[in-house]
């Protein structure tokens, strides 16, 4: 039977203020436990999962000790479990350690400007991740990338992306000669411009768009021309798009 301290400590994670003291976080199911499990790097804390799943993924455990896998039933996993329905697994992962500045030469790095909705956050990292756009850079104002919603959404891609906080504008201009592109409902069309190889694409909150101080910073904004009446696209749908044409 599973320790009251272990729920208390994994339904605590569920908190920002306390995967921030443990350097930890929670996923859950078995697609994104499986692909997180597949990918190097990456270190699973505990693992608690039903014996069945357990015994059928085996072969995908072997490099996890089994000190940190933990047989439980399915009403223990309820207990821990942030989902509706619990589904399997449920794992600890740490998170991962980042250099205390991201590098914004010789690659494309996407920019959050004040997403707030876990739900777009993971998607954005997936959207980063398909595109091969390996870091995310946040305004400190962003939904945390590692809560259990964001991490549900990244459907595993919160481990090849890194994911940093920091102040957006004093970023940018650290680095003047990286250009800047930031969406915008009346820029350049997206579908008019040239492949690029090196820059920022910044998208904005949906209701506010890009804050005017990042604007000015930018080299160009950029359009996806409406042909409907939509006031304005999902952030992360208008990426995938923009990402779809810079990256010929």
């Not at 595993?156 to 650290?174: C, K, M, N, Q, W």
């Not at 492949?195 to 209701?207: D, T």
Request: proline content about 6%.
């Amino acid at each position: 039977m599973m320790l009251k301290s272990k729920v208390k400590y994994i339904q605590s994670l569920s908190q920002k203020k306390h995967r921030d003291e443990e350097g930890a976080f929670i996923a859950e199911g078995p697609r994104i436990i499986n692909e997180l499990l597949s990918q190097p790097g990456i270190e699973f804390l505990e693992i608690y999962a039903t014996a069945s799943w357990i015994e059928k993924q085996a072969p995908l455990l072997s490099p996890v000790h089994s000190s940190k896998i933990f047989p439980v039933r399915e009403d223990e996993l309820k207990k821990i479990s942030s989902l509706t329905t619990p589904n399997q697994v449920l794992a600890v992962l740490k998170k991962p350690f980042l250099n205390q500045r991201p590098d914004l030469k010789g690659r494309i790095t996407l920019m959050a400007d004040t997403i707030q909705d876990p739900g777009n956050m993971g998607t954005l990292i997936r959207c980063a991740d398909w595109f091969g756009a390996a870091q995310l850079i946040c305004s400190p104002e962003c939904a945390d990338a590692f809560s259990p919603k964001t991490v549900q959404s990244s459907m595993g891609s919160i481990g090849r992306v890194a994911v940093y906080y920091t102040d957006l504008a004093e970023l940018i201009a650290g680095d003047p000669s990286v250009a800047v592109y930031a969406a915008t409902l009346a820029g350049r069309s997206v579908y008019e411009m040239d492949a690029i190889s090196e820059g920022i694409i910044i998208v904005g909150n949906e209701s506010r768009g890009v804050r005017p101080e990042l604007l000015s910073l930018a080299r160009e904004q950029v359009t996806i021309p409406r042909r409907g009446y939509a006031e304005s696209l999902n952030a992360a749908v208008a990426m995938g798009v923009i990402l779809s044409h810079l990256l010929k």
